[in-house]
């Protein structure tokens, strides 16, 4: 007889968010992912002009600081800060 409880806790790992390498991604996408960024951390700011950030998001995606991040179980991807 097995202990069901010890696996209740345990998340499945292909469900878990994972870090998307850029190359595998197309300029179109990852611009895309950049002006969602923009948008929506300098949105909460109340900044006029949100996209004016984009090159400076972009160079921190080429440096690593923020990476591509993708979740299994929403489907979705998103910028979010290098997980080192």
């Avoid at 097995?2 to 209740?8: A, F, L, P, V």
Wanted: proline share 6%; net charge negative.
């Amino acid at each position: 007889m097995t202990d069901d409880s010890e696996k209740q806790g345990q998340q499945d790992p292909r469900e878990e968010p994972f870090v998307v390498d850029t190359e595998l991604l197309s300029d179109d996408q990852l611009e895309g992912l950049v002006d969602e960024y923009c948008t929506r951390f300098h949105g909460t700011n109340e900044t006029e002009l949100p996209l004016s950030e984009r090159d400076r998001v972009m160079a921190a995606v080429k440096r690593g600081d923020l990476v591509v991040w993708f979740d299994p179980l929403e489907n979705a991807a998103g910028l979010d800060h290098s997980p080192h």
